[in-house]
């Protein structure tokens, strides 16, 4: 078919080209209808369920660390000042991956892009971090934790006024959602000794989400 139509070209030797027009005369003349190529399956067909869940439970997992994140800094602001913490969270951060250092510079390298780069990290960790790390000073755990959760509806927002992509009516029915519950969550906050500051807290986390917002 699609040497029929001069798509496909063999230009090595004319044995091939005769081959071809064989070919498509098998096909044409054995009656078989001409059709175009199958789509692409989501997964290939050689994937197993295994590596399809794998994916989804490393999400999981990690949204299972970063959740105890807001516990182990609550508990650390007691001991710790809030520029202090995050220096050493940084620093065990870096340590981490310092073994990775070579790898990530060649490919900082190849890729370019260094001003983005630069972005992102003004976004997350610094600013993010910054942000979050006060928020903990005034807010409790619970409600800095509530109000992380808008941040798939804050990025499904941005994505749409940035990238132009579309956003269904459910997503647009789950910001203004989100939107009311935070604002719901800040004005009914009552100050108690582990949120002395709850509404300030919570500016200050929704300040972060926005940061995180731009950096995703």
């Not at 800094?73 to 310092?98: C, D, H, N, Q």
């Not at 993010?128 to 409790?140: G, K, N, P, V, W």
């Not at 647009?172 to 002395?196: H, K, R």
């Amino acid at each position: 078919y699609f040497v029929k139509k001069r798509i496909l070209k063999f230009p090595f030797g004319s044995r091939r080209r005769r081959s071809g027009r064989n070919i498509v005369s098998r096909e044409t003349t054995s009656g078989t209808p001409a059709t175009r190529p199958r789509s692409i399956p989501a997964y290939p067909r050689e994937t197993t369920m295994q590596q399809r869940l794998l994916p989804h439970l490393a999400l999981m997992t990690a949204m299972f660390i970063w959740s105890t994140s807001y516990i182990a800094l609550k508990i650390g602001l007691s001991a710790y000042a809030p520029l202090e913490l995050m220096a050493w969270r940084m620093t065990v951060a870096a340590l981490i991956f310092a073994p990775l250092w070579p790898r990530i510079r060649r490919s900082v390298r190849a890729h370019g892009r260094r001003k983005l780069l630069l972005l992102l990290l003004l976004c997350e960790p610094c600013l993010y971090f910054t942000c979050e790390t006060h928020a903990l000073r005034y807010t409790s755990a619970s409600q800095a934790g509530m109000i992380v959760a808008m941040l798939p509806v804050t990025v499904s927002a941005a994505a749409w006024f940035a990238l132009r992509e579309r956003v269904s009516v459910h997503t647009a029915a789950g910001f203004a959602m989100a939107v009311g519950g935070v604002i719901w969550l800040s004005a009914d906050a009552v100050a108690t000794e582990n949120a002395p500051a709850p509404l300030l807290g919570n500016m200050l986390e929704a300040l972060g989400m926005c940061c995180a917002t731009i950096y995703t």
